[in-house]
Nanobody, 123 residues
Framework: VQLQASGGGLVQAGGSLRLSCAASGRKISSHYMGWFRQAPGKEREFVAAIKKSGVGTHYADSVKGRFTISRDNAQNTVYLQMNSLKSDDTAVYYC?????????????????WGQGTQVTVSS
């Protein structure tokens, strides 16, 4: 499956952005989907994930209550709504997909990755 992330940009602290991840090649309904991010000089980190059915989500502690992951299987697209953005959220955001349905999304197995979209939060 090919993944194309979009929706990044420059936003002031406290603002909002919605990222989209459009998939092609295969239906995302058969994939567990997630978002990761990588800030300059830091390792890539998990942000959020959503089960194949859309019922069941996981979030990193740093984004709980501020970010919401959702999916539209009919549109073959996954979203990440980001509210109350902070300067620490500045990073390149990547969407990813895997074919299993793990209890722990931090387990290895993320097979497909998008190209990333830059999110910059100014303070």
């Amino acid at each position: 499956v090919q993944l194309q992330a979009s929706g990044g940009g420059l936003v002031q602290a406290g603002g909002s952005l919605r990222l989209s991840c459009a998939a092609s090649g295969r239906k995302i309904s058969s994939h567990y989907m997630g978002w990761f991010r990588q800030a300059p000089g830091k390792e890539r980190e998990f942000v959020a994930a959503i089960k194949k059915s859309g019922v069941g989500t996981h979030y990193a502690d740093s984004v709980k209550g501020r970010f919401t992951i959702s999916r539209d299987n009919a549109q073959n697209t996954v979203y990440l709504q980001m509210n109350s953005l902070k300067s620490d959220d500045t990073a390149v955001y990547y969407c990813a997909a895997r074919t299993d349905d793990p209890i722990n999304p931090l387990r290895s197995g993320w097979r497909y990755w998008g190209q990333g979209t830059q999110v910059t939060v100014s303070s």
